[in-house]
């Protein structure tokens, strides 16, 4: 995603590198569908294969010099994300167990 980000902001990339993910994006909120999404279960399907076979598109109409620096910036983001994912879910974790042991307490005194 951060590959497709930092090609797609590039002012060295193609306009006809970019068509294929503003399609996409258009066909992610249009109404219109293929398939339409109020069918269960096959709704969204269309969705999760068009999409990203476009996202795909765009990404491979790249030229070389901006994919290549692309991989660059987001292999250098890619560690403070994860680091900052790794954070965000400890402090939640421990929110639930400081929860669930007050929740714990409360009830023992209850009953």
């Avoid at 990404?59 to 292999?75: G, T, W």
Wanted: proline share 7%.
């Amino acid at each position: 995603m951060l590959l497709l980000y930092y090609g797609l902001t590039d002012p060295r990339t193609p306009a006809y590198a970019v068509l294929p993910a503003l399609a996409a994006l258009l066909y992610l909120v249009s109404p219109v569908d293929l398939i339409p999404d109020f069918i269960p279960g096959v709704g969204f399907l269309d969705d999760l294969v068009i999409v990203p076979l476009l996202l795909r598109m765009s990404v491979r109409l790249f030229p070389q010099e901006v994919l290549q620096s692309s991989i660059a910036k987001s292999a250098k983001q890619s560690l403070r994300i994860h680091i900052f994912l790794f954070i965000m879910l400890l402090t939640v974790a421990l929110m639930v167990g400081v929860l669930f042991f007050l929740a714990f307490k409360i009830a023992s005194r209850i009953f």
